[in-house]
């Protein structure tokens, strides 16, 4: 069983920064593609990062291109999502979400598990 935990989300003001982490477990993280999605309250559930599995390759919606930036740490089964120059259109709360197979980034669709998720509060 994959089990996907993610923390770092609280309350910031804008223009702060946070750091999410995603740690995975019961799996083989090294063969996932990883995403980061969000949801903001009456609001479907977006694409906000992605990245491949070997850590090569990055992906980002518009929005947060040049502010946020995911990485991942193969050896500590976790991925991160460093996010800048926070917005209070940021708030939301914020979910990773692992894929073994392949398919498109941006598609939650594709994603087979996910986690809890974690909120970020963004005051202006």
């Known amino acids: 069983q994959v089990q996907l935990v993610e923390s770092g989300g609280g309350l910031v003001q804008a223009g702060d920064s946070l750091r999410l982490s995603c740690a995975t477990s019961?799996?083989?993280?090294?063969?996932?593609?990883m995403g980061w999605f969000r949801q903001a309250p009456g609001r479907e559930r977006e694409f906000v990062a992605g990245?491949?599995?070997?850590?090569?390759?990055?992906y980002y919606t518009d929005s947060v291109k040049g502010r946020f930036y995911i990485v991942r740490d193969n050896a500590k089964n976790t991925v991160y999502l460093q996010m800048n120059s926070l917005k209070p259109e940021d708030t939301a709360v914020y979910y990773c979400?692992?894929?073994?197979?392949?398919?498109?980034?941006?598609?939650?669709?594709?994603?087979?598990?996910w986690g809890q998720g974690t909120q970020v509060t963004v005051s202006s």
């Open positions: 019961g799996g083989t993280f090294s063969s996932y593609d």
């Open positions: 990245i491949n599995r070997s850590g090569g390759t990055q």
């Open positions: 979400a692992a894929d073994p197979g392949s398919g498109n980034f941006y598609n939650p669709v594709r994603y087979d598990y």
